[in-house]
């Protein structure tokens, strides 16, 4: 497939990333990155724990995770794959699909992470793990396996496989700068969440096709 040749195509891919941004630039300007990240973070210990009205309800943090960054490089690696991949899936598959697989990934990652470790009592941030549904979906629909392998499938598992290993271990670098301090007021420590980064992943994977028949079911 093609990409799309205007980002008029891809609306709410760009609206999802000017929220986020603006998200954090209050929350940075204000000077309350480690305040957010315990307010807004995904914690997993929390399903085990009474809420007290002072942090967001925790069925909602899966999402209010998404709009906390531990500084600028986080958010801004984080945009960039969003707006890379979400303007090609957005104009394959339509805005209602992008919306459907950013919910989706946010959920499947916060439940991915809670799997690997339910008594963490670290916040998960970032829209890495929405986003890990869109690069799943780009993967399906955009992916080409340049090794020779028998059988069509075997080559998209194979460019997904790759495709997930490269967004894992990017996370895993920035995560290490970040929580190493190697850059000044880059914010409060992240959890290097890999398992959310798989959960999100997986129906991203799952949804692309799906989506992209019911989009065109009466063509």
């Known amino acids: 497939m093609r990409p799309p040749a205007s980002w008029a ?27 957010a990240a315990i307010w807004g973070g995904f914690i997993p210990l929390r399903a085990t724990l009474g809420e007290d009205g002072s942090v967001a309800p925790f069925w909602l943090t899966p999402l209010t995770a998404t709009l906390v960054h531990a500084g600028l490089i986080h958010l801004v690696f984080n945009l960039i794959m969003l707006t890379f991949c979400g303007r090609h ?7 209602a699909a992008i919306a459907i697989l ?15 470790d ?11 793990g929405a986003i890990s549904a869109v690069i799943g979906a780009y993967a399906v629909l955009f992916g080409r396996n340049k090794v020779k392998v028998a059988g069509r499938r075997l080559a998209l598992a194979l460019n997904a496989l790759w495709l997930l290993a490269a967004w894992v271990g990017l996370n895993l670098i920035v ?11 880059t914010g409060p420590a992240m959890t290097i969440a890999v398992a959310a980064h798989i959960g999100g992943f997986i129906p991203g994977l799952l949804l692309a096709i799906p989506l992209l028949k019911f989009r065109y079911r009466k063509a």
């Open 9 to 35: 195509q891809a609306r709410l891919t760009l609206a999802i990333a000017a929220v986020t941004a603006a998200a954090w630039l209050v929350v940075a300007v204000l000077g309350r990155l480690e305040w």
């Open 89 to 95: 899936v957005e104009w394959v598959l339509g805005p």
């Open 102 to 116: 950013y919910l989706v990934g946010a959920y499947a990652a916060a439940g991915g992470q809670y799997l690997a």
């Open 118 to 128: 339910p008594h963490s009592a670290a916040p998960m941030i970032g829209a890495s």
């Open 175 to 185: 995560g290490i700068i970040v929580r190493g301090g190697l850059i000044p007021g």
